[in-house]
């Protein structure tokens, strides 16, 4: 079955400091990838997603991800954050021929003013 | 102007009773899934129904019955609650099962 890990489960920083946060699946074939975001009580929004072509996808809020298929990795990067980039962020991967979303655990994200 | 909805947003009931969580997505899609995010915020899909017809069923209690009266509508029946069903149980649609999913704000269900 696939997986989804995401080894940072919290992480505290400053405003205007640069946040990447990890994702590895272990799917081996043709695989979309997913960022999510889940602000304080609130429900998930899409930040960024890859399905195909260039392996740097560019976001909303600022957000970028990078798809490297060698290490199995979709990590989340913001080059400098916000108070309100306070969240909860998770990444999800999905077998591109298939219909089920696996999520990972998530990443508590604290940004201090 | 929500695009998906559910209500109640809080349910709070004993164990043993029977209670409903309804989800209405007014997107078009053709694809709605139901999914449990326990207390340490893990998200799991347990169902999801494609054109009315269920095509993810995880390994749900039987307890746990999806129903979609129409493709906008998909909602969860749960008999006999326990105190480990308490979670928040988002509800989500894409526009077939190849697309990103949209979720709608979660119902918070506490089981006493």
């Known amino acids: 079955a696939q997986s989804v890990s995401q080894h940072n489960h919290h992480v505290i920083l400053s405003e205007a400091a640069s946040l990447e946060l990890g994702c590895n699946y272990s799917?081996?074939?043709?695989?979309?990838l997913f960022w999510y975001v889940q602000y304080p009580g609130q429900h998930l929004q899409l930040l960024l997603k890859y399905f195909s072509g260039d392996p740097l996808v560019k976001g909303i809020k600022g957000f970028e991800a990078e798809f490297i298929k060698s290490k199995f990795s979709f990590n989340l990067r913001k080059p400098s954050v916000q108070w309100s980039d306070t969240a909860e962020y998770f990444c999800?991967?999905?077998?591109?021929?298939?219909?089920?979303?696996?999520f990972g655990g998530g990443t508590r994200v604290l940004v201090k003013p | 102007d929500t695009a998906v909805s559910q209500t109640p947003k809080y349910l709070v009931t004993q164990m043993g009773n029977d209670k409903s969580i309804k989800c209405e997505q007014n997107l078009g899609h053709d694809t709605m899934y139901w999914y449990k995010q326990d207390s340490k915020k893990f998200l799991k899909i347990m169902f999801s129904?494609?054109?009315?017809?269920?095509?993810i069923n995880e390994t749900v209690p039987n307890r746990f019955s999806p129903k979609s009266p129409d493709k906008a509508h998909l909602n969860l029946h749960i008999n006999s609650l326990e105190l480990g069903d308490s979670a928040v149980y988002f509800c989500a649609s894409s526009q077939d099962i190849h697309y990103e999913q949209f979720f709608g704000p979660g119902t918070r269900l506490t089981v006493l």
């Open positions: 799917y081996g074939g043709t695989v979309n």
């Open positions: 129904y494609n054109n009315k017809e269920l095509i």
């Open positions: 999800a991967v999905r077998e591109a021929a298939g219909n089920k979303l696996t």
